[in-house]
């Protein structure tokens, strides 16, 4: 019995962990996926914060790109005008 209850836990422990890594919540990051392009600065693609500065970052995904945020502050910005943006990220 001993055995089975360290299994559930195990196996509890494992489903926590691995469920948080394709969430996008806006605060949990997204596991990188074939296909997504990755994020390259180090500042915050709205409010050109340094990225860390204000906590962790908001980290997801927009139309298989990567996106890092300083903060869920920004993300309605970003959702607003998203093409706005992205441009800084092209530049790069």
Known sequence: MKNLSGLGL??????????????EDGGT??????????????????????LGSMGDPVVFVHEGQEIKLCC????PDFEK???KFL???AAK
């Open 72 to 75: 869920k502050s920004c993300k």
């Open 10 to 23: 195990v196996t509890l422990l494992a489903v926590g962990v691995f469920s948080g890594c394709n969430k």
């Open 29 to 50: 990051p997204v596991a990188a996926e074939g296909g997504t392009k990755p994020y390259t600065l180090d500042v915050c693609v709205v409010s050109d914060e340094k």
């Open 87 to 89: 441009t800084k990220l």
């Open 81 to 83: 005008e998203p093409a």
